[in-house]
C-alpha cells in the first residue's frame, strides 16, 4: 500500500484567528503601555486622578465661568478669569507706546522676517540666491522702518515697548552677535596667544556674568564711560550689552561647529593653495555655520526669554506693560490673566523655534541612516 | 639707491610673507587698539566722575548703610556697614542657589526616567511639563509664583497642614527645632557613622574588585548613620523639641517664617532648571547604547542591577558637562529675586548703588562675585567629571 505524504490542500486551510483581544488593538495598547504592572498602573491612576483634579477647574477658570466683555474689572462679575483687558489693552501689549497710526511700519517689518529667514532656512528653495540679498538688507530695512527718518516720522526709541520690544531686542542682539561670535570663536582656535587670550577672557566673562548686572551696565555705567556730549538711548545701549552677552554663547555654538569640521578639510584647503581668510570664508565656515544652526536657534531661544529681564532697569516690555495694567484701578489685581497670556505667547514662539531646530538635529544627523 | 629701494620692499614683503613675524605683527596692532579703547573709556570716566564730583573706591563699604533687611543669615541691622549688607547678600544668593541645585537635581533626575518609562501617560504628562516650563521665561515664572504666594489668605485665615505648618500671604510658617543639651552628641554620632560607612564602602569595594564577593553596602551604610544617633537620642531622653507656631488673634508666635520672595524665586527656579535637567538625563541614558543593557541582561543581571552598574555610569559621563552649565545658570538666575524684592547680592547691591552713588564699584563687585562663583563651580565640576571619566588606553 502506498501513501502518499499529506499536504494540505488550499481550501482546507484553517481560517485566520484575529488576535487575542488582550493582545491587540484598545485593550492591548491600553495593557501595554498603562498598566502593564503594578507600579504603572499605580502611576496611571495617580496621572489620572491629578488631571481630573486639574482639568476641569482650569477650563471652567479660563473658559467657563470667565468674562471676555467689559471695560474694566467691575465688569467682570463671574467666578473665573477676567479676559475684558484683552479686547482694551491688546495694542498696549503688542506695540507699547509706538503711535498708533504708525504701527503698520511694526506690523510690516514683522512680516518681512518671512522672506528674510526663508533662504537660510530652506536652502533648497527656488531663487534662494538672490533672496540672500534682502535677507543681507533686512537689518536695514527694519531698523529703518521701526525708527524713521529719510521722509517716515521719526519714532523715539523710548516709545518702543510690548511684545515688538521683545522682539527688537532679541533679534537685534541675534542678528550683531553672529560676526563678532564667528570671530571670537576664530580668535579662541587661532595660533596667536594675545588674540587667543583675549578671546577666551571675553567669552568667559561674557558667560560667568549673570544678564542682569550687564543690564545694570547699560543703564548706569555706559553714560559713564561713554563721553558726556555723546549719548546714546537707553534701549540702543541695551542692545549693545545683550549683543555682548550674546555674542560669547554664540562664540561658544560655532566653535563647536568648527571643532565638527574634520582635519581633512583644512588640510585639503591649505593643499590648493588657499589663505587662512579664503580657507575660513569658502571652505570651513559654510559648513561649520550649517551645522550650528540648531545651536544658534537655541541661543536665540535664551536670548529672547531674556529680554524679559529689561523689566530691571525700567523699560517697558511686555511683562512691564503687563505690571503697570494690573496696577491701575481699572484692573487691579488680574496678575494671573495677564501673566497667562504672556507665557502662552512666550509658549508658542520658543515651543516652534525649538521643534524647528530638533528637526534640523535630526536632519544633520546622518549616524542614524 | 634704486638698489636699495628694492632691497627694503623686498624685506617688508619678506616680513609679510613670514607668517610669524605677520602674527606678532597683527598681535600688536589688537594690543595697541584695546589699550586705545581702555584709554578712551578711563579718560571719560575721570572726566564723568570729576563733572559729579564722586570719588572712585572702596571705602564706602566702611560706611553705615541705614536700610532694613528682612532675611538676614547673619547678624545685621541698620547700622551695620554696607560692605557686611553685601555680604548678608551675598548668603541669600548662595541660601536659594543651593536649595534650587539639589531640588531641580531631584526633580529633573525623576521626570528625566520618568519621561523614558513606558507608561504614555505619565510620559506624556512630563513632557508637558518640560516643554510648558522650558518656552516660557524664568522671570515670568518667578512674578507668576510670586503673585500665587502673596495672593494666599492672609495672617488671620492662614491655611493650615496639620496645624502646625501655616501657609499665608506673608509666607510660610513652619516649626522651628529647639536643640537642647545633649543634642550635640547627637550630631556626633550621626557624623561619626557617616565616616564609619565611608570606611566600610572603601574596604567593601576593594573586596568586591579583589575576590569579587559582594557586600551589603546599602543595609550596613544606612545602619551605621541612622542606628547609632537614633539609639543615643532616646538614651539621651529625646534632646529636640519643637517649637510650634501658635496662631494669635494677629500673627504667630513661635515657629520661624519663610517669605513668600524666597520659596517663590527657589520653587521657579527648580522647576524651570528640573525641566532643563531632565532633558539632560534623558539625552544621557539614551546615549547608552542598547547593547549594554542586552549585555548585562545575558549576563544574567537584574534589571535594578543593570541600571545601577551600567547604564548610569555611563550616563553621567555625557550628564555632568551640562548638568554644571545649568547649575551656573541657576546661580545666575538667583539673580532675578531683584523683580519680587528677595534680597539677594544683586537687590542690595541696587540699594547701596541707589545709597552711595558708587556705581563702577558695586558692579565691579556682582562681577567678581559671580565670575568666581562660576569659575569655582566649573573648577570643581571639572574635577569631578575627571574622576568619572573612561579612563582609556
Not at chain 1, 514683522?110 to 543681507?136: E, N, T, V, Y
Not at chain 1, 565656515?285 to 536665540?300: C, D, M, R, Y
Not at chain 2, 493650615?160 to 506673608?170: T, V
Not at chain 2, 555632568?320 to 523683580?339: D, E, G, M, R, V
Amino acid at each position: 500500500m502506498t501513501t502518499s505524504p499529506f499536504f494540505r490542500q488550499p481550501n482546507d486551510m484553517l481560517p485566520e484567528r484575529a488576535p487575542p483581544v488582550a493582545m491587540s488593538g484598545i485593550i492591548g495598547w491600553l495593557r501595554a503601555n498603562l498598566f502593564s504592572g503594578w507600579l504603572n498602573t499605580g502611576l496611571t491612576l495617580l496621572a489620572l486622578y491629578a488631571l481630573w483634579l486639574i482639568i476641569p477647574g482650569l477650563l471652567n477658570w479660563a473658559f467657563f465661568d470667565a468674562d471676555f466683555a467689559g471695560t474694566d474689572r467691575f465688569a467682570c462679575t463671574g467666578t473665573g478669569a477676567c479676559w475684558a483687558w484683552f479686547d482694551q489693552r491688546i495694542d498696549q501689549f503688542l506695540y507699547g507706546f509706538y503711535p498708533d497710526e504708525q504701527t503698520w511700519r511694526v506690523n510690516l517689518a514683522l512680516f518681512l522676517i518671512l522672506p528674510a529667514l526663508a533662504p537660510i532656512l530652506f536652502d533648497k528653495m527656488p531663487g534662494a540666491k538672490q533672496l540672500r540679498w534682502f535677507s543681507l538688507a533686512f537689518p536695514f530695512v527694519a531698523t529703518f522702518l521701526l525708527i524713521g527718518g529719510f521722509g517716515l516720522e521719526e519714532v523715539p526709541t523710548n516709545k518702543f515697548g510690548g511684545f515688538m520690544l521683545n522682539v527688537t531686542v532679541g533679534l537685534a542682539g541675534i542678528v550683531l552677535s553672529l560676526p563678532i561670535g564667528i570671530v571670537l570663536a576664530l580668535g579662541r582656535r587661532s595660533k596667536m596667544p594675545i588674540v587667543r587670550t583675549l578671546s577666551v577672557a571675553f567669552i568667559e566673562v561674557f558667560r560667568g556674568v549673570p544678564l542682569i548686572t550687564l543690564l545694570f551696565v547699560a543703564a548706569i555705567l555706559l553714560p559713564i564711560f561713554l563721553p558726556s556730549s555723546f549719548s546714546l538711548d537707553l534701549v540702543v545701549r541695551v542692545i549693545v550689552v545683550v549683543t555682548a552677552f550674546a555674542s560669547a554663547y554664540m562664540a561658544e555654538v560655532i566653535r563647536g561647529g568648527l571643532q565638527a569640521i574634520p582635519r581633512g578639510q583644512y588640510e585639503a584647503a591649505q593643499a590648493l593653495g588657499l589663505g587662512y581668510w579664503r580657507m575660513m570664508g569658502l571652505i570651513i565656515l559654510p559648513q561649520a555655520l550649517k551645522i550650528s544652526i540648531p545651536g544658534i536657534v537655541n541661543t536665540f531661544i535664551g536670548l529672547f526669554k531674556d529680554t524679559t529681564l529689561v523689566i530691571v532697569i525700567g523699560l517697558f516690555d511686555v511683562l512691564n506693560i503687563g505690571r503697570t495694567m494690573i496696577s491701575n484701578p481699572d484692573w487691579l489685581g488680574l496678575a494671573v490673566e495677564t501673566q497667562v497670556f504672556i507665557s502662552l505667547f512666550f509658549f508658542v514662539v520658543c515651543f516652534s523655534m525649538s521643534r524647528y531646530s530638533v528637526y534640523l538635529e535630526q536632519r544633520l544627523d546622518t549616524s542614524k541612516h | 639707491m634704486a638698489n636699495s629701494r628694492q632691497e627694503s620692499g623686498f624685506q617688508i614683503r619678506r616680513i609679510w610673507s613670514d607668517e610669524r613675524a605677520r602674527s606678532a605683527l597683527f598681535q600688536i596692532l589688537v594690543v595697541l587698539g584695546l589699550a586705545l579703547l581702555v584709554a578712551f573709556f578711563v579718560a571719560n570716566t575721570m572726566a564723568n566722575l570729576q563733572a559729579r564730583g564722586m570719588e572712585p573706591g572702596f571705602g564706602f563699604l566702611q560706611d553705615p548703610a541705614f536700610f532694613e533687611i528682612n532675611q538676614n543669615l547673619i547678624e545685621y541691622a541698620s547700622t551695620s556697614t554696607f560692605g557686611r549688607a553685601l555680604v548678608v547678600g551675598l548668603l541669600n544668593t548662595l541660601l536659594v542657589s543651593a536649595a534650587g541645585i539639589i531640588s531641580a537635581t531631584v526633580i529633573g533626575f525623576l521626570a528625566g526616567v520618568f519621561r523614558l518609562s513606558n507608561n504614555w501617560l505619565v510620559g506624556r504628562l512630563i513632557g508637558v511639563y518640560v516643554e510648558f516650563t522650558r518656552n516660557v521665561p524664568v522671570l515670568l515664572q518667578i512674578i507668576f509664583w510670586w503673585s500665587i504666594l502673596t495672593g494666599l489668605p492672609k495672617v488671620a485665615d492662614s491655611l493650615s497642614i496639620g496645624n502646625s505648618l501655616f501657609l499665608n500671604n506673608r509666607g510660610v510658617r513652619m516649626p522651628a527645632p529647639i536643640l537642647e543639651n545633649g543634642f550635640g552628641w547627637v550630631a556626633l554620632a550621626f557624623l561619626l557613622g557617616v565616616f564609619a560607612s565611608y570606611l566600610v564602602g572603601r574596604w567593601a569595594r576593594r573586596r568586591h574588585m579583589a575576590t569579587g564577593q559582594p557586600f551589603p553596602m546599602l543595609w550596613v551604610g544606612l545602619g551605621l548613620v541612622v542606628l547609632p544617633p537614633l539609639l543615643l537620642f532616646v538614651a539621651l531622653g529625646q534632646p529636640l523639641d519643637w517649637d510650634i507656631p501658635e496662631k494669635t488673634r494677629f500673627n504667630f508666635r513661635g515657629g520661624f517664617n519663610i517669605t513668600p520672595e524666597l520659596v517663590a524665586l527657589w520653587w521657579a527656579l527648580t522647576t524651570y532648571t528640573g525641566a532643563f535637567i531632565s532633558e539632560i538625563v534623558r539625552a544621557g541614558i539614551l546615549s547608552v547604547s542598547k547593547g549594554q543593557s542586552e549585555a548585562a541582561h545575558a549576563l544574567g543581571l537584574r534589571p535594578g542591577l543593570t541600571m545601577r552598574k551600567i547604564i548610569i555610569p555611563q550616563a553621567l559621563r555625557v550628564i555632568i558637562p551640562p548638568l554644571t552649565s545649568q547649575y551656573l545658570n541657576l546661580t545666575k538666575n538667583s539673580s532675578l529675586a531683584i523683580a519680587i524684592g528677595y534680597q539677594d547680592l544683586v537687590s542690595i547691591g541696587n540699594t547701596v548703588l541707589n545709597q552711595s552713588g558708587q556705581a563702577i564699584e558695586v558692579v565691579g563687585i556682582w562681577m567678581v562675585v559671580y565670575l568666581s562663583l562660576s569659575l569655582g563651580t566649573s573648577a570643581f565640576m571639572n574635577w569631578y567629571n575627571s574622576h568619572i571619566a573612561l579612563v582609556e588606553r
